[in-house]
């Protein structure tokens, strides 16, 4: 989910990530995560607490929530240095692309 600014508002938290702003914190279902004080106004801090995946783009001050992970997030917004053959099939490196935003689409066919 795309958030600009802050944090989504209860309306769209729950439209987009499935997370419904209750007295007894963030609630998906049946089951609720209590948020500590100051949680509902603040992506990094909601984030957090439901253990879903976030990063920033300062210069837009965009930020990007990613869906819940069950323990299985990655701990950080950086890749490994991937080697893979470009359009004439020779080596292309991740790292050659440093400093630079890069979006990486994966696709499996199973």
């Known amino acids: 989910m795309i958030v600009e600014g802050p944090l989504p508002g209860p309306t769209e938290l729950l439209h987009r990530a499935g997370w419904e702003l209750r007295l007894e914190g963030a609630c998906r279902g049946d089951r609720c995560v209590p948020l500590p004080p100051g949680a509902r106004g603040d992506v990094r801090r909601l984030a957090e607490s439901l253990g879903m995946p976030l990063v920033q783009d300062a210069a837009t001050g965009t ?32 790292s050659s692309l440093l400093g630079q935003k890069v979006l990486l689409v994966a696709w499996a066919s199973w």
């Open 63 to 94: 930020w990007c929530l990613g869906p819940e992970s069950g323990g299985r997030a990655l701990a950080t917004a950086s890749a490994p240095d991937l080697v893979l053959p470009d359009h004439r099939g020779q080596p292309f490196t991740l």
